[in-house]
C-alpha cells in the first residue's frame, strides 16, 4: 500500500466517523425538542394537580424561608453597621488623642524657644516667707534674650 493509498483510507475512515457524529448530534438535538415539549406539558399537569391539592403547608414553609433569610440579611447588614460605626468612632478617639499630643508637643516647644512662660508646677509649692524671697535682678531678665530679640 502506498502513502497515497493510506492518506484516502484515511481520510475516509475520518469522513465516515464525522458523518456518523453528525447524525448522533442530530439525533440528540431531536430528541431535546420532543423532551422540551413533554416537559412543559408535564409542568402544566403538575401545576394542575398541585392547584387541586391542599398545600398550605408548603406555602407556608417557603414563607417561613423567605422571612428567616431576609432577617438574616437584616441582622448581618446591623451587625456590619454596627462594627463600622465602632471603628470609625475608635479611629475619632484615636485622631482627638494625636490631635492633643500635637498640641501639646506644640505648646511644649513654645516654652522651649521662651514664647510662652515656663509652666507652673500643678502642685502647690510651700510658700516662701516675704523676707527669705530674693528681688529680681534686673540684670538676669537682661540677659536672658529670646526670640526676636537682638
Known amino acids: 500500500m502506498t502513502g497515497e493509498e493510506k492518506r484516502?483510507?484515511?481520510?475516509e475512515q475520518m469522513k465516515a466517523e464525522y458523518k456518523q457524529d453528525?447524525?448522533?448530534?442530530?439525533?440528540?438535538?431531536?430528541?431535546v425538542k420532543q423532551l422540551r415539549e413533554t416537559q412543559k406539558l408535564n409542568n402544566a399537569l403538575t401545576d394542575m394537580v398541585a392547584g387541586l391539592e391542599d398545600d398550605s403547608d408548603a406555602w407556608i414553609g417557603k414563607l417561613n424561608e423567605a422571612s428567616a433569610l431576609a432577617e438574616a440579611k437584616v441582622d448581618m447588614a446591623l451587625d456590619s453597621a454596627?462594627?463600622?460605626y465602632d471603628k470609625l468612632e475608635a479611629l475619632?478617639?484615636?485622631a482627638e488623642l494625636e490631635k492633643l499630643s500635637a498640641a501639646q508637643?506644640?505648646?511644649?516647644?513654645?516654652?522651649?524657644?521662651?514664647?510662652?512662660?515656663p509652666e507652673t508646677p500643678a502642685t502647690p509649692?510651700?510658700?516662701?516667707?516675704a523676707q527669705e524671697q530674693k528681688p529680681a535682678d534686673p540684670a538676669?531678665?537682661?540677659s536672658k534674650k529670646r526670640m526676636g530679640d537682638f
Request: net charge positive; hydrophobic share 35%.
Open 8 to 11: 484516502r483510507l484515511l481520510k
Open 22 to 31: 453528525l447524525v448522533q448530534r442530530k439525533e440528540f438535538l431531536e430528541k
Open 82 to 84: 454596627l462594627s463600622t
Open 92 to 94: 475619632a478617639k484615636q
Open 105 to 117: 508637643l506644640v505648646e511644649q516647644m513654645k516654652r522651649e524657644m521662651g514664647l510662652l512662660p
Open 125 to 129: 509649692s510651700p510658700e516662701v516667707p
Open 140 to 142: 538676669d531678665t537682661q
